[in-house]
């Protein structure tokens, strides 16, 4: 049954893409806000999910400025549709037309440039801000054939076959996180590797404060860059009118086990990098909040479902007892 429903969608999202592989690009962003909409109006419980996460996220503001950013972030939702589907023809010359530079952000990729030549592992850490479909296939040529990519699998194995082969299209090496040892090894080689890790990391997370709630936050691309000692670059790609799109870098340091952090533990040196991170994260989405993917679960583990999970893996290593 379960199979069934899964070619039932993936057939779906197959018919819903076909428009979008002929129109102009501009044109593509309204449609897919035109759809976003539509399926906004029908599933009620997105829209109550973003109200949410902005008041939340910014309390001192009023719901003139909720109403705004909600409708802003619509039309952004619509990019994304747009920018999912016509992956095949976003090409490096696609992308030269559209993409904004300035003077900082060309000399960090030089810098970048740099740095790969002399084969030092570069993290370029991510967020679900701004279009991160198209910053991956951007990155895939911008740095080839030294560019990997860590990504989650989609749960409707169609879909996620099917988005593989559209992400790899420039040259991107692409791992799942399952597949992080083999990411690692790439990176280690003097690579780069491109990570949006801003997702609900469950159990396996730590908690860090993002956006004025603790949320379990993914120590995985810290715990990363300490292995390999990279250095670790912030980079998102924001929309723009008239379909452009500005790209941004900040530079967070490179980590390392055996100079400055010489009185920290381990676990100390990933907690403080994963802070780091997350709150350069957290300053872009202030600016934009219209571009940040408000609709996902970020902060669905909150410290007291976080306490039971630290309390069951405490049972299971025999360290505490069942009452």
Request: no cysteine; glycine share 4%; aromatic share 16%.
């Amino acid at each position: 049954m379960n199979q069934f429903i899964n070619i039932i969608l993936f057939l779906i999202f197959y018919v819903i893409s076909l428009p979008f592989r002929f129109l102009p690009y501009e044109l593509a962003q309204k449609l897919g806000y035109l759809i976003t909409k539509f399926f906004f109006k029908i599933l009620k419980k997105y829209p109550k999910i973003v109200y949410n996460n902005l008041r939340n996220a910014f309390p001192d503001k009023d719901e003139d400025f909720y109403y705004k950013v909600y409708n802003e972030n619509l039309k952004h939702t619509g990019r994304l549709l747009a920018d999912t589907f016509l992956k095949k023809r976003m090409k490096e010359k696609w992308f030269k037309k559209r993409i904004i530079y300035d003077s900082s952000t060309e000399k960090i990729e030089r810098e970048i440039e740099e740095k790969l030549s002399k084969k030092e592992p570069v993290i370029l850490i991510s967020g679900h801000l701004g279009s991160w479909e198209n910053l991956a296939q951007y990155l895939g040529f911008r740095f080839y054939p030294k560019t990997g990519i860590i990504y989650k699998s989609i749960r409707n194995p169609y879909v996620d076959k099917w988005f593989y082969k559209l992400r790899s299209a420039t040259g991107a090496k692409l791992y799942r996180m399952e597949d992080s040892l083999h990411a690692i090894k790439f990176l280690q080689e003097g690579n780069l590797l491109g990570i949006a890790p801003d997702q609900n990391a469950g159990g396996s997370g730590i908690m860090i404060d993002f956006l004025n709630r603790p949320a379990s936050t993914y120590k995985g691309p810290a715990l990363i860059a300490y292995m390999s000692n990279a250095h670790i670059y912030f980079v998102a790609l924001l929309h723009e009118d008239q379909g452009k799109m500005k790209l941004l870098y900040e530079y967070l340091g490179k980590v390392s086990k055996n100079e400055e952090n010489n009185n920290k533990t381990k676990e100390e040196i990933i907690k403080d990098w994963t802070e780091k991170w997350v709150h350069v994260l957290e300053k872009y989405v202030k600016i934009y909040p219209e571009q940040y993917f408000w609709v996902h679960q970020r902060w669905k583990t909150t410290p007291e479902i976080m306490k039971k999970f630290e309390e069951e893996k405490l049972r299971k290593r025999g360290i505490i007892k069942n009452l």
